[in-house]
């Protein structure tokens, strides 16, 4: 099998015969360099006979190139037109129709991924990023690994370290299912239209095991949120909303081993799990665990 790949021209005339405008208010861009799709694959390390799933396909410019590398895709697209046309340019440029899944709906609904696939590829809108890869991670354990290029900014969070001014919500998050790193830059001139901001590739690796169980993965995130809705403060006065006061939250703390005059920002995935592990055990503990997206 053959496959073509998407050029400039042909994604313009596409996206006229959809009448679909990308726009930088939702974080829409096209990317129409073929060497840039062929570079985040190769990022991903995409195999010949993986099943790789693609979020936010779009007119299909990196779905060719995954294809085209062997492995078959789901592809999951939010937009109707869009979905509905995949499968015939898919078709057009050398594709067997059993190597592409289109499932149209919203990546932040869906339960559930045709072929379970071990390998997320995609260039995630903007605004989605980070709450569209916390739900794949919670919701889909068979995805092993991954590389996704979004906004610069979302990418250095997601993969700073304990310590830093950029290390958050997202960075500790990321870290419960395993490791983060930056993974490549691209350039502004291969999107139409081209955006006001840079993008970063960056990757994971799933840890071999699973770090907790899910009530105590909520009960980490809880704690992760109120740190950082207040990261000035020390612990003890940020959690002390939870735990019912500044010398209930010190006593949990000091029992987990983190200082209570510590901030949010210096502490590991390892040491929120320890809190959260402790506060199951506290008295007055008071953890709304809601779902949040990060």
Request: proline fraction near 5%; charge should be neutral.
């Amino acid at each position: 099998m053959t496959v073509t790949l998407l050029g400039a021209t042909e994604i313009r005339r596409l996206a006229a015969e959809l009448d679909v405008t990308p726009t930088k208010k939702l974080g829409q861009n096209f990317v129409v360099d073929a060497n840039t799709v062929r570079k985040i694959v190769q990022a991903a390390r995409v195999q010949p006979g993986e099943r790789v799933v693609e979020v936010g396909p779009g007119l299909g410019s990196l779905t060719l190139a995954i294809l085209e590398a062997g492995a078959s895709v789901t592809a999951v697209e939010i937009d109707h037109r869009l979905a509905a046309r995949l499968a015939q340019t898919a078709a057009e440029h050398g594709v067997a129709p059993e190597m592409l899944t289109v499932v149209d709906a919203d990546a932040l609904r869906i339960t559930e991924l045709p072929g379970e696939p071990t390998v997320l590829v995609a260039n995630l809108p903007y605004n989605v990023s980070v709450p569209v890869l916390l739900h794949f991670l919670e919701n889909f354990t068979y995805l092993q690994r991954g590389v996704v290029m979004v906004q610069a900014e979302v990418a250095e969070r997601i993969a700073a370290k304990p310590g830093s001014k950029i290390y958050g919500t997202p960075s500790v998050k990321a870290a419960w299912y395993g490791e983060w790193k930056l993974s490549g830059t691209v350039s502004r001139q291969v999107f139409w239209p081209v955006p006001n901001v840079d993008s970063l590739l960056v990757g994971f690796a799933r840890a071999t095991t699973a770090r907790g169980s899910e009530e105590e993965r909520r009960r980490t995130f809880a704690i992760v949120d109120a740190a950082f809705n207040q990261r000035r403060k020390m612990l003890r006065q940020a959690l002390s909303g939870i735990f019912g006061s500044s010398a209930a939250a010190s006593e949990v703390l000091i029992a987990a081993g983190v200082a209570p005059t510590a901030r949010g920002e210096d502490l590991t995935v390892d040491d929120y799990q320890r809190i959260a592990q402790r506060a199951d055990r506290a008295e007055h503990a008071e953890i709304d665990l809601t779902p949040t997206s990060g």
